[in-house]
């Protein structure tokens, strides 16, 4: 009898160690499956980015002009292109808030835009009858041109500065010969500026 109950009792260790056993080798199992499986997430690094402001030109004041004054002696064909493009500049003004001035020949008081024909303008050679050259007089804007072409140009170059805000006519571009190198009109052009050229052959590019 005796003997019986001490071989059951060492089956009943032997099964509670085995029990502790798988006990702690599952854990030691799930322990490092747990491990395998973990995703770690690590925040990403986002560069930093410094807002810089962009470089915004000054909103000019536009010339206060009482009258646009067209040469006489132009055909009507010419007159009637020379009046489209003293409209542009009438009507830029008025879109910046001032009084749109009249648009005529002969004389007017007060600041004017004042345009005249000139024999002859030095400008890259192929484009002088595009040509104009604008100067400041009498506390308004003298245009000059040989042809109704560079009239206009002149014109719609004033029209799409005013536009835009920005100086009509800059000091370093007063008495300057500038002959635009585009084609379309309302002009879309580059600017080449001929100061003091000695002739047209000297100022070809």
């Known amino acids: 009898m005796s003997g019986g109950g001490a071989g059951s009792g060492g089956v009943r260790r032997?099964?509670?160690?085995?029990?502790?056993?798988?006990?702690?080798?599952?854990a030691v199992v799930a322990s490092q499956v747990g491990a395998?499986?973990?995703?770690?997430?690590?925040?990403a690094a986002v560069?930093?980015?410094?807002?810089?402001?962009?470089k915004v030109a000054p909103v000019v004041?536009?010339?206060?002009?009482?009258?646009?004054?067209?040469?006489?002696?132009?055909?009507?064909v010419e007159r009637r292109r020379e009046r489209l493009a003293a409209a542009a500049v009438a009507s830029a003004l008025a879109g910046r808030g001032l009084p749109k001035p009249e648009v005529?020949?002969?004389?007017?008081?007060g600041a004017a835009l004042r345009i005249a024909r000139v024999d002859s303008l030095?400008?890259?050679?192929?484009?002088?009858?595009?040509?104009?050259?604008?100067?400041?007089?009498?506390?308004?804007?003298?245009?000059e041109a040989a042809t109704a072409g560079g009239v206009a140009n002149g014109l719609y170059a004033v029209a799409d500065r005013i536009r835009s805000g920005a100086e009509v006519l800059p000091k370093e571009e007063d008495g300057r010969v500038v002959?635009?190198?585009?084609?379309?009109?309302p002009p879309t052009w580059s600017w080449c500026s001929v100061p003091g050229c000695s002739s047209p052959s000297s100022c070809a590019g």
């Open 61 to 76: 004041e536009p010339p206060r002009l009482g009258a646009i004054l067209l040469p006489k002696g132009a055909t009507d």
């Open 36 to 43: 395998l499986l973990r995703v770690e997430v690590a925040p």
């Open 104 to 109: 005529g020949a002969g004389e007017a008081e």
């Open 122 to 143: 030095l400008a890259p050679s192929g484009r002088e009858e595009e040509a104009f050259r604008l100067r400041r007089r009498g506390g308004g804007l003298l245009l």
């Open 47 to 54: 560069p930093s980015e410094r807002a810089m402001a962009a």
């Open 179 to 185: 002959a635009p190198t585009g084609s379309q009109r």
């Open 14 to 26: 032997w099964y509670l160690v085995a029990g502790v056993l798988v006990l702690v080798l599952g």
